[in-house]
């Protein structure tokens, strides 16, 4: 099983940026789905998760209302698309993927594969 997270980067406060993690050796619609981030000193949080076929998602509250998870089965490829980023956005951002349940996603199981991080860079 491989997650690979893509699509981080600098940009300016209010922007936007789309990660994109790409999961190979998975069943697509078989698993859920997330997005976690970790900033410096600080341990890693939950962000996003989204359910096996991608009906119900779960935010954390920093992530309402700026952040939309979505996957795409058929690409077997999940993505996390952030507007109006702030400067507290700043964190490697990880995609996870759990055979599990989206609402058990959030608390990060032992069960869950990982992928690299990618990181996103928030100026003010």
């Known amino acids: 099983v491989q997650l690979q997270a893509s699509g981080g980067g600098l940009v300016q406060a209010g922007g936007s940026l789309r990660l994109s993690c790409a999961a190979s050796?998975?069943?697509?619609?078989?698993?859920?789905m997330g997005w976690f981030r970790q900033a410096p000193g600080k341990e890693r949080e939950f962000v996003a998760t989204?359910?096996?076929?991608?009906?119900?998602?779960y935010y954390a509250d920093s992530a309402k209302g700026r952040f939309t998870i979505s996957r795409d089965n058929a690409k077997n490829t999940g993505y996390l698309q952030m507007n109006s980023l702030k400067p507290e956005d700043t964190a490697i951002y990880y995609c996870?993927?759990?055979?599990?349940?989206?609402?058990?996603?959030?608390?990060?199981?032992?069960?869950?594969?990982w992928g690299q991080g990618t990181l996103v860079t928030v100026s003010s």
């Open positions: 996870a993927a759990d055979w599990g349940t989206a609402r058990d996603l959030r608390v990060a199981p032992e069960s869950a594969y």
């Open positions: 050796g998975l069943t697509s619609s078989s698993y859920a």
């Open positions: 989204i359910t096996r076929v991608g009906k119900t998602t």
